[in-house]
């Protein structure tokens, strides 16, 4: 897998797993604890995930493409 394509997924995780935690917990106030207690585990296994991918991206080969020089 390309690494762009690795943080698309990284950012979509994060912040979609981080969304529905958040849409969970007003559910869960809202009084529908079921749908509540699904979206914010579901969010929470999302996130994880994402996290775990940083650590993927950390770990892969650097992007090949032109040769960028350090300095002017």
Not at 36 to 46: D, E, K, M, N, P
């Amino acid at each position: 897998m390309k690494p762009a394509t690795v943080e698309v997924w990284i950012w979509v995780l994060i912040y979609g797993g981080l969304i529905a935690v958040a849409v969970g917990v007003f559910v869960l106030r809202g009084g529908a604890p079921g749908l509540g207690w699904a979206l914010v585990a579901l969010g929470t296994v999302a996130t994880l995930a994402g996290a775990a991918l940083v650590a993927v991206r950390a770990r892969m080969e650097p992007p090949e493409g032109p040769q960028r020089r350090a300095g002017p």
